[in-house]
């Protein structure tokens, strides 16, 4: 799932209607005579939308809407997007945890570490604490520590 905020999925449902009416990419000048938004607003939404794989660049100066199977979910605010991404890291982070875990459902700190920043998800060591921290808070993970270390247990 990919989430947008409003104004990029304005944006994004005028180039698919621009794209639909007339063939071909979009310009950005279309966009900003129709959206009454600022150009440097309009190219930044654009750029977005571009990382995000929603879009793709034609030519310098046109876009067209990438058809893809990815669901788009629409929140308000940029820093709702970044929650919300930060949420589907945290469940990625949480499968990739029960899955590395022993039979008593517990997982050392250093491999549960090594799996989040070099594994599939490869995190930054700041976004590693920060989902182990979350998950601690939720209560899906309690840290432990015994005699040989520390460890993490799966609660849910």
Known sequence: MITITK???IVLDQIKYFQAEFGGG???N?????LSMSEHEIKEI???LIDKGL???????HF???DNDHEVQVVDSKAEVKKEELNQLEMKAFEIIKNITDESSMVSRYILEGHLLYGNLKVSTFR???IIISLELKGLIKKIRKSD???YQVKA
Do not use: A, T
């Open 46 to 48: 654009i750029g977005v």
């Open 128 to 130: 590693m604490y920060h």
């Open 55 to 61: 879009v793709f660049r034609v030519d310098d100066d």
């Open 149 to 151: 270390g520390e460890y």
């Open 26 to 28: 979009v310009s950005p």
């Open 30 to 34: 279309i966009l900003k005579m129709d």
């Open 7 to 9: 104004k990029e999925h």
């Open 64 to 66: 067209m809407f990438r």
